[in-house]
Antibody, heavy 121, light 111 residues
């Protein structure tokens, strides 16, 4: 059974960089043709897709986030990471990592528990 | 505003049938992209409930079913149980935005 677990600071100051890590267990992040994905949930609003990375290192992120997003993968530690720069209060959300599988475009069959990140001074 | 539109809330008594709608447009559901449904009990991770419009992952009861028509989809839950009380989200892909998109979520209350 694949399990994902997010970790990182719960509080980030405006204009700084949000950094989160997702640990994947129960399967290799390097196996299969999965899209390792970050999704966030703003308080009181819907879910927003942030971006994905594949084990090959190819990435793609939501154009609305412009160039603030960096997603990386470390196959040696079975982890993926998210960095979001120049954060504002609008980036306050619960951040999830998820595995994208199935036929293209993929769906998200395993999710982490999520971690709340608050942007505040 | 979410790209996919869901009712904010629905409710039903135990044993009843409820449906949750999800409306998209010609660049997502109407373009033929499959729809997924996720169930989220507050404080827990979202769980895949329905994939590819009407397929259930292993372990999901057959009380849950999905259907699709044009630019809309529906999730039906029969034999409502207290444990079904949760938030439900639809999800698809949008070719105009080139991103995965979600509905705003529907809170199901079991009376």
């Amino acid at each position: 059974q694949v399990q994902l677990q997010e970790s990182g600071p719960g509080l980030v100051k405006p204009s700084q960089t949000l950094s989160l890590t997702c640990n994947v267990s129960g399967g290799s992040i390097n196996s299969g043709s999965y899209y390792w994905t970050w999704i966030r949930h703003h308080p009181g609003k819907g879910l927003e897709w942030i971006g994905y990375i594949r084990s090959s290192g190819s990435t793609y992120h939501n154009p609305s986030l412009k160039s603030r997003v960096t997603i990386s993968i470390d196959t040696s530690t079975n982890q993926l990471s998210l960095k979001l720069s120049s954060v504002t209060a609008a980036d306050t959300a619960v951040y999830y990592c998820a595995r994208g599988g199935g036929k293209i475009p993929v769906y998200f069959d395993y999710w982490g528990q999520g971690t709340l990140v608050t942007v505040s001074s | 505003q979410s790209v996919l539109t869901q009712p904010p809330s629905v409710s039903g008594a135990p044993g009843q049938r409820v449906t949750i709608s999800c409306t998209g447009s010609s660049s997502n559901i109407g373009a033929g992209y499959d729809v997924q449904w996720y169930q989220q009990v507050p404080g827990t991770a979202p769980k895949l409930l329905i994939f590819d419009n009407n397929n259930r992952p292993s372990g999901v009861p057959d009380r849950f079913s999905g259907s699709k028509s044009g630019t809309s989809v529906s999730l039906a839950i029969t034999g409502l149980q207290a444990e079904d009380e949760a938030d439900y989200y639809c999800q698809s892909y949008d070719s105009s935005l080139s991103i995965w998109v979600f509905g705003g979520g529907t809170k199901l209350t079991v009376l």
